[in-house]
């Protein structure tokens, strides 16, 4: 069971990025999966989760209206689309799940890190002119 986020880079603020978290070892259908970040300086923070089956999806407030997620059960994929970036987005993002998700369905329950016990490696998103 692992995750990898990929697709960080260097944006100018307004631009965009799409995020990717790929899973391996289990079928995605399954599982929730979360995107967190973390600035310099600052705890990490929940900002997204998307649920499998087309549950019911959550946004930070920091973020709703900007970024959005979509999955890929095929390539065992979720992506966040990051649009109107802004220099408080620098971070690295991070995606998550949990053990227990397929008990509820893959459905999130949440942005709480609590809610997650397994982490891939992030990726760096910077905002700068």
């Known amino acids: 069971v692992q995750l990898q986020a990929s697709g960080g880079g260097l944006v100018q603020p307004g631009g965009s990025l799409r995020l990717s978290c790929v899973t391996s070892g289990w079928t995605l259908d399954y599982y929730s999966i979360g995107w967190f970040r973390q600035a310099p300086g600052k705890e990490r923070e929940g900002i997204s989760c998307?649920?499998?089956?087309?549950?019911?999806?959550f946004y930070a407030d920091s973020v709703k209206g900007r970024f959005a997620l979509s999955r890929d059960p095929e390539k065992k994929t979720v992506y966040l689309q990051m649009n109107d970036l802004e220099p408080e987005d620098t971070a690295i993002y991070y995606c998550?799940?949990?053990?227990?998700?397929?008990?509820?369905?893959?459905?999130?329950?949440?942005?709480?890190?609590?809610?997650?016990?397994?982490w891939g490696q992030g990726t760096q998103v910077t905002v700068s002119s």
């Open positions: 998550a799940t949990d053990r227990q998700s397929p008990l509820r369905g893959g459905y999130c329950v949440g942005i709480d890190l609590s809610d997650f016990d397994i």
């Open positions: 998307s649920s499998a089956n087309n549950g019911k999806e």
